[in-house]
């Protein structure tokens, strides 16, 4: 079981986690044999056994190549072998150091890259952290490419990430908790919020399901979403993720909680709302009309790339009289010889854009965007050419490719709705469309994110609180942030 506690993180042991934890005997030899158990069968793990000059005996313990190997000679080695004093900490040369008094501390301190230092005669033992840095550059995210903002990414360790996000709040209000998930991997996962913002029913919320989790392991935070998300089985996202920190700290400053994990530059925030996936962190660095006109956009490809193929299928099936007489005559012409039916042609046409768009995705980046261009031009002519499917059909199916993309959040979910309304087009026209989108919309209404609405502000909605929806306007109008997600301090301007 996971259990949230405050810096520095100390390992914990709840009733669920098996026996007491063992003490630390006062016989370093006893200890060492006691680690060596724990720890067997581990090639890489590190036991230095040292004299100092009072011709007391010592244990450095570590993992070979988790340590940076000049500070532990200069600040940890040298010091012990030529300096005495009864209180080790005065001798080290680090303020990373935390003290322990159990077995299952030090071997956990071990795993996680510190160096234990355990003298003889002693029940106390510290954990030195002089872990060597290895992570790759903070670059851009290719997922969140933008013109005009931050380029900046998060990585793979939390506390880097934590730093770029400390960067753009300096407020001591920025709250961090950290807590452990996963019995084997022992995780390290931040809950970071902003005190006197943060809705305290969202986040004794969030607490809770973390609390919950109960697994061997935690290797991403598509795990923890999983676990923790409102509908296992619902197509809508109902936790943001990103890889940005700026759209994290404008998140949290709105009152929403971020939950990053070690390992991955993606970081969760909730809850999160409908109207979060047509926007970006782009439209509120460039001006009010450029931003509204984006927004409007990309709900354009929303219904675009969600309603096109279904109602293409629907008017040349069954409402040919509401085609006009000049493209309906075209459309005629290029369908004849096609042997499928127009659902059966667009729901092969539409499997077709998915398994290139996979394919795209799962190569090497330069044999992947060749395999989509070429796949999709090579295969679509040769369809046509071979009359399975009418040239009209693979004008529909790329645009709804390219209005697909618009959305990257809704992806996913587009594909799954696209399917649904290209049969219900089908089987009953524009009426199966109708009531299918009457369906998607009580459905959607019902779904809540971490107990807030997930239409909020437009269903329940205020006037006041539209102006950040489809539009955005201007940010000096924007005084309040959104009550739903805020708690108690819901002025941006003049507040607290």
């Not at 854009?353 to 070429?374: D, H, N, Y």
Request: aromatic share 6%.
């Amino acid at each position: 079981m996971a259990k949230v506690f405050s810096n520095p993180p100390k390992q914990q042991n709840t009733e669920n986690q098996g026996p007491p934890p063992t003490p630390l005997e006062k016989d370093l030899r006893t200890n060492i044999t006691q680690i060596r158990n724990r720890l067997r069968e581990c090639s890489d793990i590190i036991y230095y056994e040292f004299i100092d000059p009072a011709q007391n005996k010592g244990l450095l313990s570590y993992i070979n190549g988790f340590v940076d190997s000049d500070l532990l000679n200069r600040d940890i080695v040298t010091p012990l072998l030529t300096k005495t004093n009864p209180d080790k900490k005065n001798l080290l040369y680090t303020s990373l150091i935390s003290s322990i008094s159990t077995l299952e501390e030090a071997v956990n301190g071990i795993l996680e890259g510190n160096v234990l230092l355990i003298m003889n005669e002693e029940t106390t033992a510290f954990l030195l952290s002089i872990r060597k840095q290895v992570q790759r550059s903070i670059e851009e995210p290719d997922s969140e490419s933008v013109v005009r903002g931050s380029k900046e990414g998060f990585v793979e360790s939390v506390k880097t990430n934590i730093i770029l996000l400390r960067k753009r709040i300096k407020s001591p209000n920025l709250k961090i908790q950290t807590l452990k998930i996963g019995r084997i991997t022992q995780t390290e996962v931040a809950v970071v919020y902003i005190d006197g913002i943060v809705d305290p029913d969202v986040l004794k919320e969030v607490r809770r399901r973390l609390n919950k989790i109960n697994t061997d392991s935690i290797l991403e935070t598509g795990y923890i979403e999983q676990y923790i998300q409102d509908r296992k089985y619902s197509p809508y996202p109902t936790i943001g993720i990103t890889e940005k920190p700026d759209v994290v700290a404008g998140k949290i400053l709105e009152g929403r909680v971020a939950i990053f994990c070690d390992g991955t530059p993606h970081v969760l925030t909730v809850p999160l709302l409908y109207i979060e996936n047509l926007q970006t962190s782009e439209d509120y660095y460039v001006r009010t009309l450029n931003a509204s006109f984006l927004r409007l956009l990309r709900l354009l490809g929303l219904i675009i790339s969600t309603l096109l193929p279904g109602l293409y299928v629907a008017l040349s099936t069954y409402h040919q009289e509401m085609i006009p007489t000049v493209l309906l005559i075209s459309i005629a012409g290029a369908r004849e010889g096609v042997p499928l039916p127009a659902l059966a042609e667009a729901l092969l046409m539409g499997i077709m854009f998915e398994l290139l768009k996979e394919s795209g995705t799962r190569l090497p980046r330069a044999i992947g965007s060749a395999i989509s261009i070429v796949g999709a031009l090579v295969i679509g002519e040769a369809a046509v050419d071979a009359g399975l499917v009418s040239a009209p059909l693979v004008i529909v199916t790329a645009t709804t490719a390219v209005a697909s993309f618009i959305i990257p959040p809704f992806t996913e979910t587009m594909t799954i709705f696209r399917l649904l309304f290209t049969f219900l087009g089908g089987i009953m026209g524009l009426i199966g469309i109708t009531c299918g989108i009457f369906l998607v919309m009580v459905y959607t209404v019902s779904l809540r994110s971490f107990g807030v609405p997930y239409t909020a502000p437009l269903s329940p909605g205020s006037v006041n609180n539209l102006k950040d929806t489809f539009l955005r306007f201007p940010l000096s109008s924007m005084k309040n942030r959104p009550p739903i997600l805020a708690g108690k301090n819901t002025k941006r301007r003049g507040g607290k």
